[in-house]
């Protein structure tokens, strides 16, 4: 199937009130489940920063997982994991950080980003920012830099995705949903 005949749109779906009152969930598993779905997602997530000098691919638990191994292979990059709590082995570092509807942790590995490295961090949603803020201190904490983000959905009214430019962190995303 040609990249140009795929609305990539139209795989996600779109789950009112969850998971809880007021909340418009979009679910990418759905987008995922399509191979030309995928493809096309992540080729376009990752065009943006191949000539962009990254080293290395970071997803966050769990839907980066999908998102940054499939970027990894793509872009010939390899792939660290920021974890929910409880999930890696020591030494770790922890960041807390506030979810649209709740509170969490994540961990990496305290030797999993070589000092100096230039990180992309890929997720399928942004919306506050507290996950990917989380990943960005945590990516600081063990020697590297973000220098961009990759996701699949942005919320940009949410305000994660001006969040991290504050930071000085590049932002792209593949598909926008103002007003949710």
Known sequence: MDASTIDIEKLVRVIPDYPKTGII????TTL??????????????????????????????????????AMGMAMGKGFVP????????????????????????????????PKGARVL?????????GTAMAAVKLVERVGGTVAAASFTIDLPDIGGSKLLRAQGVEVFSVLSYPGD
């Not at 969930?25 to 990418?28: K, N, P, S």
């Not at 961090?121 to 920012?129: C, K, M, N, Q, R």
């Open 25 to 28: 969930f979009r679910d990418v």
């Open 32 to 69: 995922f489940a399509d191979a030309d779905g995928l493809r096309v997602t992540i080729e376009a997530m990752a065009a943006p920063f191949r000539d962009a000098g990254i080293d290395l691919i970071v997803g966050v638990d769990a839907r980066g997982f999908i998102i940054g191994g």
């Open 82 to 113: 920021i974890r929910k709590r409880g999930k890696l082995p020591p030494e770790v570092y922890r960041e807390e950080y506030t979810l649209e509807y709740g509170t969490s942790e994540v961990e990496i590995n305290v030797n999993a980003v």
């Open 121 to 129: 961090l890929v997720d399928d949603l942004i919306a506050t920012g």
